[in-house]
């Protein structure tokens, strides 16, 4: 993929979309506007930075929509 590319998807495919599609929910109760957290059983994924950076407060792990896919999927990119 081009640089450009890259960036494009970066921009328009959001994290709260890659959590839906891996069956992720949203926990309204535990979320507010900026930061929106996501579970999957025990699993826990917090949304911020408008829809484009995650975090995961179990662990180390962090940072955008590529990395996101990287950490469920155990593949990269």
């Known amino acids: 993929m081009k640089k450009l590319q890259v960036e494009e998807l970066r921009e328009k495919v959001g994290c709260g979309a890659v959590l839906e599609q891996a069956g992720f929910s949203i926990d309204v109760k535990e979320s507010t506007r900026r930061a929106v957290k996501h ?9 911020n930075h ?16 590529f990395t996101l896919v990287e950490h469920l999927d155990g593949t990269r990119f």
Do not use: C, Q, Y
Not at 39 to 47: D, L, S, T
């Open 50 to 65: 408008e829809g484009k950076g995650w975090f995961d407060p179990l662990s180390d792990a962090k940072g955008d929509v």
């Open 39 to 47: 579970r999957r059983g025990p699993e826990i994924i917090i949304v």
